[in-house]
C-alpha cells in the first residue's frame, strides 16, 4: 500500500531558527510528490518535486527529493512566525485522482 | 492570480437538514475534486470531476451526491446531515491536460451540524 510517513510530527523554535522538515515514502509508480502548507483553512501549493537532487527554491523556503533513497526535504530558513502552520507532504494517487497526504508536521515558531 | 472559490465560507445547519456547497475551479481549469477534513485529521478525498463526468469516487456517503456543471462549477449535496459531517469540505482543481499533478485547493467551506 502507498504510503507517506512525515516527521517530527510536531516542532517548536524560535524565531530565526531554521528547520528542516522530512518525509519518506513508499509510493508504487512515482510521479511526483508535493508540498503544501496548511495554516486555519486550505493546504496552500509549495512545490512539486518529480526529479531526484534538483532543489527547488521559494524565499526562504526549498525542498529537494531523493528517490533513490524515497524521501524529500522541506527547509525553512530564518523563520518567522508566519511559518507556524501544518507542513503537508502528499503525492497524487496511482489509481484514482486523489492526493493522499501524509499526516503532516506541525511547526510553532515561538516569537 | 485568480483561486479556487468556494461557498459558502461557513455553513451551520441541524441535523437531517440539507446542504449544498458550491466550487468554482480556476479559470481553464477542467477537473474538480471534493475532499473532507475533519478535526486534527489529513483532508479525505470524496469525488472528482473531469469535463463535467464523474471522474473517481473516494469515500463519500450515499447522502451526498455532486456534479459538475458546464461552466465547470461544481457543487455538492449533503442530506441526511449528521452531526458526523461536521467538518472542513475542500474543493481543489487542476488542469489535467497539463500532466501536473498539482491540485489547487480553495479556502474551504467550515460545516457545522448541529
Known amino acids: 500500500e502507498d504510503k507517506v510517513v512525515q516527521s517530527p510530527l510536531s516542532l517548536v523554535v524560535h524565531e530565526g531558527d531554521t528547520v528542516t522538515l522530512n518525509c519518506s515514502y513508499e509510493?508504487?509508480?512515482?510521479?511526483?510528490l508535493l508540498w503544501y502548507k496548511q495554516e486555519k483553512k486550505a493546504p496552500t501549493f509549495l512545490f512539486m518535486l518529480?526529479?531526484?537532487?534538483i532543489e527547488k527554491k521559494s524565499g526562504r523556503l526549498s525542498s529537494i527529493l531523493d528517490k533513490k533513497e524515497l524521501f524529500s526535504i522541506l527547509n525553512i530558513t530564518a523563520t518567522q512566525t508566519g511559518d507556524s502552520a501544518v507542513y503537508l507532504c502528499?503525492?497524487?494517487?496511482?489509481?484514482?485522482?486523489?492526493?493522499?497526504f501524509g499526516k503532516g508536521t506541525r511547526l510553532h515558531i515561538l516569537p | 492570480a485568480a483561486g479556487v472559490i468556494q461557498s459558502p465560507r461557513h455553513l451551520i445547519k441541524e441535523k437531517r437538514e440539507t446542504a449544498t456547497l458550491k466550487c468554482y475551479p480556476i479559470?481553464?481549469?477542467?477537473?474538480v475534486y471534493w475532499y473532507q477534513q475533519g478535526p486534527g485529521q489529513d483532508p479525505q478525498f470524496l469525488i472528482s470531476?473531469?469535463?463535467?463526468?464523474?471522474?473517481d469516487k473516494g469515500s463519500i456517503p450515499d447522502r451526498f451526491s455532486a456534479q459538475q456543471f458546464s461552466d465547470y462549477h461544481s457543487e455538492l449535496n449533503m442530506s441526511s446531515l449528521e452531526l458526523g459531517d461536521s467538518a472542513l469540505y475542500f474543493c481543489?482543481?487542476?488542469?489535467?491536460?497539463?500532466?501536473?499533478?498539482?491540485?489547487?485547493f480553495g479556502p474551504g467551506t467550515r460545516l457545522t451540524v448541529l
Open positions: 502528499a503525492f497524487p494517487s496511482n489509481r484514482d485522482d486523489k492526493i493522499i
Open positions: 518529480t526529479s531526484s537532487g
Open positions: 481543489a482543481s487542476s488542469l489535467r491536460t497539463s500532466l501536473s499533478d498539482t491540485q489547487y
Open positions: 479559470p481553464r481549469h477542467d477537473t
Open positions: 509510493v508504487t509508480n512515482f510521479r511526483s
Open positions: 470531476f473531469y469535463e463535467k463526468m464523474q471522474s
